[in-house]
């Protein structure tokens, strides 16, 4: 029987285990961790679960080396993951008690317990309920102004995060950024070494693979992904990706860059967690979001990308918004395979 690509994404709430023990009320909630974002849909996470508690732990072995040289998108996404878990842990009456990087190993992200009993709000609910329903695409989206009231939402998320979100719906702002993501994507397909890492992680929705991305994220048909890796690996398609970038960005309703007053692992882990968040509030507001994060991943166009946002802090993440088309979710690994238990 062939694999189901979306077997991850449907959960049934009801299935919550209320009255199991503290691990398997963990090991439910971890359905809804796995489905963060993660660079080139790595999924860079484990989970060690003992007892009545959850370790988070990077995942090393799907690093990569040439995009991201210091692991820093790796500990962003794993952030992403952790901020998933404690919007589903607040949904099913439980406050979370949530340790960053205790001492000791440094792959150990996070120690988290459910924490305190919380009465769910309408906005807990809301946010859990988009979880499943979060897709990015690279197509264009609607020309339309942002809903009432979501700048407000994406800043209050940024600030219980400790984090800043910088919103840009200025075209000449927008511009000036989309510019910048043209000169990062024309400088990492010139490198031989990013095309092979790129190519490594193209896979069909259709191949045995749970990870990954599809051809289809460069215009490819899913059926030739099979054969996208290796397009990706052979021809640098820097110009034409940039054109379209460029483009498309500037089209876009709003830009957002996720910053931070520091660039360390705690803020990685925060950049991580408020923009999975934030992407939460983008989805029940009827909206999509996609990642432009080149600015920030070619090193030297940072400072740059800083100044065009107006942030004082690092940006750590760039995002256009706006109303997309429906499309599937991306592939997952289960959580029987990123779970170590004692």
């Given at each position: 029987m062939a694999r189901d690509p979306e077997a991850e994404?449907?959960?049934?709430?009801?299935d919550y285990p209320a009255s199991g023990s503290a691990a398997q009320r963990?090991?439910?909630?971890?359905?809804?961790a796995i489905l963060a974002p993660s660079s080139h849909n790595t999924q860079p996470w484990l989970f060690r679960l003992a007892g009545d508690e959850l370790e988070l732990l990077a995942d090393r072995r799907r690093a990569l080396p040439v995009v991201d040289p210091h692991?820093?998108?790796l500990v962003i996404s794993c952030g992403a993951a952790l901020g998933l878990l404690q919007v589903a842990m607040r949904r099913f009456g439980h406050a979370g008690d949530i340790e960053l990087l205790p001492p000791g190993d440094a792959d150990r992200l996070a120690r988290v317990r459910l924490g305190p009993p919380h009465a769910a709000t309408d906005t807990d609910r809301l946010r859990f309920e988009a979880i499943a329903a979060r897709r990015t695409t690279r197509k264009a989206f609607a020309s339309e102004p942002l809903p009432a009231g979501l700048a407000e939402d994406l800043h209050e998320i940024a600030r219980l995060h400790g984090t800043?979100?910088?919103l840009v719906t200025a075209h000449e702002d927008k511009a000036a950024i989309a510019a910048l993501v043209a000169r990062g994507d024309?400088?990492?397909?010139?490198?031989?070494?990013?095309?092979?890492?790129?190519?490594?992680w193209v896979h069909s929705r259709r191949a045995a693979s749970r990870d990954g991305i599809s051809g289809a994220n460069f215009g490819m048909p899913d059926l030739m992904s099979a054969l996208g890796g290796l397009v990706v690996r052979t021809f640098d398609m820097g110009g034409?990706?940039?054109?379209?970038?460029?483009?498309?960005?500037?089209?876009?309703?709003?830009?957002?860059?996720v910053a931070t007053t520091q660039d360390t692992p705690r803020d990685w882990l925060a950049a991580g967690a408020s923009h999975a968040q934030m992407l939460l509030a983008?989805?029940?507001?009827?909206?999509?979001?996609?990642?432009?994060n080149q600015p920030i991943e070619v090193s030297e166009l940072r400072p740059a990308l800083r100044?065009?946002?107006?942030?004082?802090?690092?940006p750590q993440l760039l995002l256009r918004l706006g109303r997309g088309p429906r499309i599937p979710p991306a592939v997952r690994r289960p959580v029987a395979e990123v779970l170590l238990e004692d």
């Open positions: 994404w449907r959960i049934d709430p009801s963990l090991r439910f909630l971890l359905r809804y692991d820093r998108a800043q979100a910088a024309r400088a990492q397909f010139a490198d031989p070494s990013f095309r092979r890492e790129l190519g490594a034409g990706v940039a054109a379209k970038d460029e483009q498309i960005a500037t089209a876009s309703p709003a830009l957002l860059v983008i989805t029940a507001a009827g909206l999509t979001a996609a990642y432009l100044e065009a946002a107006g942030t004082a802090g690092a």
